[in-house]
C-alpha cells in the first residue's frame, strides 16, 4: 500500500498480530505505546509488548504520558491515518482530527455489541456462541464510530478469555490486511452502526468468584469469562479459604452430592451445582503454587461447602 502513514498505537501482546499486519503495507510507520511500568517484585521498569516489537524493529517510538503528549506524538510523526489496537486510552477531539485519513480501531466484537473495555470477557459471560471482529472510525464517543469492517467469528465451548483474545486478534489482523488494501484501491466505505448497543464493563474478581446458587453453566461462564484475569475462584468457611480455578470443564448430568460441595468424582474432583458438576483440574490453594486438582484434594480433611 503505497504513500500511507500509518501511526499505530498499542500495548499489550494481542495488539502485534495488527501491527505486524500494518507493518507489511504501511509506507511509513510509527508505534504509540503506553509508558514502561514497573513489573515484579523489583519493579523493574518495563516496555509493554508493542514498545519491545517497534524497539526490535528500529521504528520510531512514542509512549506519552498524558492527553497533551499523545497529541504532541500525532503531530509530531503527522500520519495519514492512525490505528488503534486495545492502547488502553481513549484519544481526545484534538488527537482524533489530526490524521487525515482519521483514525481506525480493531475491536473484539461485532459493534454496537459490547462496546468498551472488555467485549471479549462480557460475551463470554453472557454465555453468546459468536463473536468477532469489528473495524470502525474513531469518533468521541465510546466505541460509537461508523463501521469500516466486519468479520464474524465463533465461540468454541469451554474457551477461555485468553483464548479467544488470542483467536480474535489473528481474525482482527487478517482483517485489517484486507481491509487496507480494500483503502488503497479506492473500495472501503463506511457505515453507520444498527442495532441494540450493549456494553462491556471490566469485570472484577467478585465476578469470577463461584457461588453454591450458580448453576454449573453460570460457573462454567465465570471460568472461561474471567481466565486469566481478573481470575476465577471459589471461597469457603466465609471467604476464610479460597481456591484459585485455572482449568476447569462442566459435566451436565445430576451429581449425587449436595449442591454446593467439593467431592471426589469417577472424572476427578467436582463442586456439584445445580445441572451438573465443575471439573476442578488446575488450582491455585491459598499461600501455595499451582497444582493438580486431584493433589490439592488428597489434602483436604473435611467437607467442603462453598460460600453462597
Known amino acids: 500500500m503505497g504513500g500511507v502513514r500509518i501511526l499505530f498505537a498499542g500495548s499489550p501482546a494481542i495488539a502485534l498480530p495488527a501491527l505486524e499486519a500494518v507493518a507489511g503495507v504501511a509506507s511509513e510507520l510509527a508505534v504509540m505505546s503506553q509508558p514502561d511500568k514497573p513489573v515484579g517484585r523489583k519493579k523493574i521498569l518495563t516496555p509493554t509488548a508493542v514498545s519491545s516489537w517497534a524497539l526490535d524493529q528500529g521504528l520510531p517510538l512514542y509512549r506519552p504520558v498524558d492527553h497533551e503528549s499523545i497529541t504532541q506524538a500525532v503531530s509530531d510523526f503527522s500520519p495519514d491515518m492512525g490505528i488503534t489496537v486495545a ?91 484486507d481491509t487496507l488494501h480494500d483503502y488503497s484501491r479506492g473500495h472501503q466505505t463506511m457505515s453507520p452502526q444498527r442495532g441494540e448497543a450493549t456494553h462491556a464493563p471490566k469485570l472484577d474478581r467478585e465476578t469470577g468468584r463461584i457461588i453454591s446458587t450458580d448453576t454449573v453453566e453460570m460457573a462454567l461462564r465465570r471460568f472461561q469469562a474471567t481466565t486469566p484475569e481478573p481470575g476465577c475462584s ?71 461447602h462453598i460460600d453462597d
Open 87 to 177: 492502547y488502553g486510552r481513549l484519544l481526545r477531539p484534538d488527537a482524533l482530527a489530526l490524521p487525515t485519513a482519521g483514525w481506525w480501531n480493531v475491536h473484539f466484537s461485532l459493534l454496537p455489541r459490547w462496546r468498551g473495555a472488555a467485549p471479549v470477557q462480557n460475551a463470554l459471560l453472557a454465555g453468546e456462541h459468536n463473536t468477532g471482529v469489528t473495524i470502525f472510525r474513531l469518533d468521541e464517543g465510546m466505541d460509537t464510530g461508523p463501521l469500516v469492517s466486519q468479520r464474524p467469528h465463533p465461540i468454541a465451548p469451554g474457551i477461555t478469555a485468553g483464548e479467544l483474545l488470542d483467536e480474535l486478534s489473528q481474525v482482527g489482523a487478517a482483517l485489517l490486511t
Open 234 to 304: 471459589i471461597s469457603w468457611d466465609q471467604g476464610g479459604n479460597t481456591l484459585k480455578v485455572l482449568s476447569a470443564t462442566a459435566v451436565h448430568h445430576p451429581s449425587t452430592a449436595p449442591v454446593g460441595t467439593i467431592h471426589s468424582t469417577a472424572q476427578g474432583v467436582g463442586l456439584s451445582l445445580t445441572g451438573g458438576v465443575l471439573l476442578l483440574h488446575t488450582v491455585i490453594p491459598t499461600g501455595k503454587r499451582a497444582m493438580p486438582a486431584a493433589d490439592w484434594w488428597r489434602g483436604v480433611t473435611r467437607e467442603i
